[in-house]
């Protein structure tokens, strides 16, 4: 699936008025609601919306409706990969970012202009499985990569697909969860349902039943249950950030220290910063990973600002990197299966 950000896409131009934004807005909520019901929240007609949803589609505002998965319930760790490549191969360079993009473990690849020049997203089922992965690939690539960074995803704060533009008042956001999730029981029947709905989640519980040989109560009946057991947290859409005019930044923290008092501090800052879509916290050579959506320079410098200000006496260190394309976002890797 194509990524979030692309900078060629910047110079493009298009237009959204409020009834695009509210459709998009409650889309992000729940991509499976029905267009009725959306219909008679933005004022419209059934049709008028299934139009809407279809040229946003078509104007590559919308690029996907995605179950958002949890993937420790999946028996999954999350794990971040930073590499300097040598510039001076550029089939090579194009080579290895195919070869991280057909990856099945891959989640997300994405093309820096800073320190970095790729950042890798990947699950894995624990550190010997992470390591061999990218023993592989710096085995396969030995020429290329001069250096990396290994990150682990020890919690993750906060999580959003949307950006401020489309995100209403009341949107509700996830609810930071302190302990990692025991896998849930999911057998081959759910796992093939995940697959159907990572391609596309609006579609009926009676295709997904015609595909996999089930009855559609059947289908809805799992669904409940998936969702239940917290393996897909919500259903929504992944969208074009670069169209929207935002710029993606990454910014890595190291603390001095980061006990649970400055933890519950970071927590509180976060839901005054609408523009971090994700934040993490990491195993490795940082101890915070943010991921910051911002229309100029000038808001990503006010909220960095605001960050140092607040934490002064315990941020050591800091690093920004400004994000030029992300070249693939996977929600259900090959690996899961």
């Known amino acids: 699936m194509v990524g979030r950000i692309n900078y060629e896409s910047l110079e493009k131009s298009v237009k959204l008025d409020v009834k695009d934004k509210r459709i998009l807005s409650l889309l992000s909520d729940d991509a499976r609601t029905p267009l009725t019901r959306i219909a008679k929240k ?5 049709d008028a919306v299934d139009y809407r949803i279809k040229k946003l589609q078509e104007k590559g505002i919308i690029l996907q409706f995605f179950p958002n998965l949890n993937y420790d319930k999946l028996g999954y760790y999350i794990f971040h990969v930073f590499m300097l490549i040598d510039e001076l191969d550029k089939g090579e360079q194009d080579k290895l970012v195919n070869h991280l993009k057909k990856h099945p ?3 997300s690849i994405i093309e820096y202009s800073d320190r970095w020049d790729l950042e890798m997203v990947l699950i894995a089922k624990n550190l010997l499985e992470f390591d061999k992965i990218i023993s592989d690939i710096a085995e396969k690539f030995p020429n290329i990569i001069m250096e ?3 990150l682990e995803i020890i919690r993750r704060y906060n999580s959003s697909y949307v950006p401020p533009l489309i995100r209403e008042q009341g949107h509700e956001k996830e ?3 302190h302990e990692k999730a025991i896998p849930a029981k999911v057998d081959e029947i759910d796992l093939k349902i995940l697959r159907i709905l990572s391609l596309d989640c609006r579609v009926s519980t009676y295709e997904i039943g015609k595909q996999i040989k089930l009855s559609a109560d059947a289908v809805s009946y799992r669904i409940k249950n998936l969702l239940k057991e917290k393996v897909i947290r919500n259903f929504t859409i992944l969208v074009n950030l670069s169209l929207m005019k935002y710029h993606w930044y ?4 190291e603390m001095k220290m980061f006990n649970y008092q400055n933890e519950k501090k970071f927590e509180a800052f976060l839901d005054q910063n609408h523009n971090i879509l994700r934040s993490v916290k990491t195993l490795g050579g940082w101890d915070l990973l943010l991921y ?7 808001e990503f410098h006010k909220i960095v600002k605001d960050m140092k200000n607040t934490f002064s006496n315990i941020v ?5 990197w400004v994000a030029y394309k992300e070249h693939i976002f996977k929600t259900m890797p090959e690996i899961i299966k």
Do not use: G
């Open 42 to 46: 933005v004022q419209l007609s059934r």
């Open 316 to 320: 050591r260190n800091y690093q920004t």
């Open 292 to 298: 910051l959506v911002v229309e100029n320079p000038r």
């Open 175 to 177: 609810k930071i969860v």
């Open 250 to 253: 990454t910014f890595s923290v």
């Open 105 to 107: 473990n891959t989640i």
């Open 148 to 150: 990396k960074d290994k």
